[in-house]
């Protein structure tokens, strides 16, 4: 793109809101940015937190010479950092991109990673849950090359605002410095901005509006001011570029910036888990989170109470654990660190607690300032907490990856039902549900190996490996498997009589049935589907192949909905269609819902073997889920009668 003199033009009206003299001082005198080169990775952020600024900077995109030909959303400019959310969301994404650049600096030095995220904002945008999540993590991470430009509220009526403290205040109490400024004095606002940068923590300066709206001062409807501040930039690239082709690591540097892997990441997370064979896939999850923490340098972890390595289950929250965290990878925090949002200078890691909103926003920021692979540790529970900030990474098609422990709190109605569903629905989301440690190794690769959206591992104590053997070394067919979304994991012996399908924790109570149905002379074929969107973009012929054409049933702990696609018009599904037997007013018995099949019975929860020594540990029953249960329903779907004589064997 070349540099043009140009005068102001539309969108900018005649006369402007104080804010937007207060965006123009910033470019003109602050901005680090290159004109010529818009994504120069060592550029200041400059993040819009409401989209009632999206006309401000067109007009400042084509003041400073950046402008695209024609309309550029999100992914088509690099100066529109992202795309524009709900209230929050932007202001939250600052602050993971100053988290990311703080992250980045720690690596690899201040000689390539020096620069300083900006936010527009308006009261109402730091008003919401998520921002107050975020803005309290930013202070006690002192991000003090984080700065927030924000119009207050004139009067108690606009829309968000209500009666309490104002942002100032919150802030302030939040750790922030806090500054004042007449918005419509250009040199009052430059003074305020030069403050910021002797800060030692993030900064808000609260840009007060003048008694009526003023004409663009002359200075910043300068043209050839503006594009001295584009010459600026552009010195300040070159000479980062010199710095670049002289550094030692410019070549990591350069991997990491086009989020590429390295090429031997996969058998150092190998090495790195613990000799011991894992006994489910949650405890290979921590194995593998630590292995992935010494393989991949840009990986980032933000961790929440209710997250895998935090806590385990019906522990309740924790802190972080400092035996899931390898030494020398910056994870572990010492003793009086150990808060959240108080990680050590350039820590990988940070501690989130409750503040799982502002933690999955911070995440989306972490992957927008690029260089990083920012991963959630989280319950699946509390996907539906940070689901906005999901949603605006689907929509930006953020490749953040989501571990999520599959598990109800206590036992309690508190448990995963319509998570999965919904999840599915939601497009660019993968959600994968490994069986055991085996597909839990593949889905992680297949989950680091996305470029195009996020990805959710919902991980359960309950999935032991499948075979019932304690050996993690399967052959390669069930990762081939795992790669095409689903696959046949135990054929039938001759014709199928049914094919059982499950996902997670149920492939091993579906193993189990068709042991005890083959006593009985029923041949059946389980199915492990642990990735519907993956499996959904395969060709009929294979999705033909796998799910064969005898009868089919479909098992997994929760909603059936969705389920049909992969049953058809004469599948069964065995599921939940309530909350559990604990809950106030549910049903405690084994019913039916149209067409789904509530597994849960009396007698049916606790872990249980089977009655033969053939026969696997069932490890999906907590969830009330029995090989009896599947064994039963197999029968009638087949008309036969022999359910007691199963039961008697």
């Not at 030692?248 to 011991?276: C, K, Y």
């Not at 997994?556 to 599904?573: D, I, K, Q, T, Y």
């Amino acid at each position: 793109m070349q540099q043009r003199p140009q005068p102001i033009r539309s969108p900018a009206p005649a006369l402007v809101p104080a804010i937007a003299v207060a965006a123009a001082t910033l470019w003109q005198r602050f901005l680090r940015f290159d004109p010529a080169d818009p994504g120069w990775a060592d550029r200041d952020r400059f993040i819009l937190s409401s989209g009632r600024f999206s006309a401000l900077l067109d007009w400042l995109l084509a003041q400073a010479g950046t402008e695209p030909e024609g309309d550029a959303p999100f992914g088509r400019h690099p100066a529109r950092e992202m795309e524009a959310g709900p209230p929050g969301q932007g202001f939250a994404c600052a602050v993971g991109q100053a988290m990311g650049e703080r992250v980045l600096a720690a690596r690899f030095g201040r000689t390539l990673v020096d620069h300083r995220t900006w936010v527009l904002a308006c009261e109402t945008d730091l008003a919401a849950g998520v921002s107050l999540e975020a803005a309290e993590l930013a202070g006690r991470m002192e991000l003090e090359k984080l700065a927030v430009l924000y119009e207050p509220a004139t009067d108690g009526r606009q829309e968000g605002r209500q009666d309490g403290p104002d942002a100032a205040t919150r802030f302030a109490a939040a750790g922030w410095a806090v500054r004042q400024v007449d918005a419509s004095d250009p040199d009052a606002v430059a003074a305020a901005i030069a403050r910021t940068q002797r800060n030692r923590r993030p900064t808000l300066i609260a840009c007060l509006p003048g008694a009526a709206p003023l004409p663009l001062p002359d200075p910043l409807a300068d043209t050839p001011s503006w594009l001295a501040s584009g010459q600026r930039g552009a010195a300040a690239r070159r000479g980062w570029l010199k710095r670049l082709a002289r550094h030692r690591m410019a070549g990591e540097f350069e991997r990491q910036l086009r989020n590429r892997l390295p090429p031997h990441w996969p058998g150092a997370m190998t090495a790195g888990i613990v000799d011991s064979v894992p006994s489910d896939a949650m405890e290979a999850a921590r194995g593998d989170l630590s292995a992935l923490f010494g393989a991949l340098p840009e990986a980032v972890s933000l961790q929440s109470a209710s997250g895998i390595a935090a806590s385990r289950a019906n522990d309740g929250p924790a802190e972080p654990r400092a035996d899931a965290m390898p030494a020398g990878s910056g994870l572990v925090m010492p003793v009086a660190s150990r808060s959240p949002g108080a990680p050590l200078p350039g820590s990988r890691h940070l501690f989130c607690g409750v503040q799982e909103h502002g933690m999955a926003a911070i995440s989306n920021g972490l992957s927008l300032h690029g260089g990083l692979r920012p991963l959630v540790s989280a319950s699946v529970l509390s996907i539906d907490r940070m689901r906005p900030a999901l949603r605006l990474a689907a929509l930006m098609e953020q490749p953040v990856v989501y571990l999520l422990a599959d598990r109800a709190p206590d036992g309690s109605g508190w448990a995963p039902v319509e998570q999965f569903a919904s999840l599915r629905a939601m497009p660019h989301v993968f959600l994968f549900r490994p069986a055991d440690p085996v597909e839990l190794a593949a889905c992680w690769r297949l989950a680091l190996a996305r470029e195009d959206g996020p990805s959710l591992l919902a991980v359960s104590e309950r999935a032991r490996f499948t075979g019932g053997q304690a050996n993690a070394s399967e052959p390669s067919w069930r990762h081939e498997g795992c790669a095409q979304g689903g696959y046949v994991l135990a054929e039938a012996a001759t014709r199928r009589d049914a094919t059982l399908i499950a996902t997670g924790p149920e492939v091993a109570a579906a193993l189990a049935a068709r042991t005890r149905l083959a006593r009985l002379g029923v041949d059946t074929a389980v199915v492990s589907l642990p990735c519907w969107e993956l499996f959904a973009d395969k060709p009929a012929a294979y999705h033909a192949h796998v799910l064969g054409s005898a009868p089919r049933i479909g098992i997994e702990a929760a909603s059936g909905f969705g389920w049909e696609r992969w049953l058809g018009p004469g599948g069964v599904f065995i599921g939940m269609d309530g909350f559990g037997p604990r809950h106030r007013g549910g049903r405690d018995h084994a019913g039916e819902h149209r067409g789904v099949h509530a597994a849960a019975g009396p007698g049916s929860f606790g872990p249980r073997r089977g009655d033969r020594p053939d026969e696997p540990a069932e490890a999906g029953v907590s969830s009330g889920i029995t090989s009896d249960c599947i064994s039963t329903r197999v029968l009638g779907l087949l008309g036969m009668r022999d359910a007691d004589n199963l039961n008697r064997e």
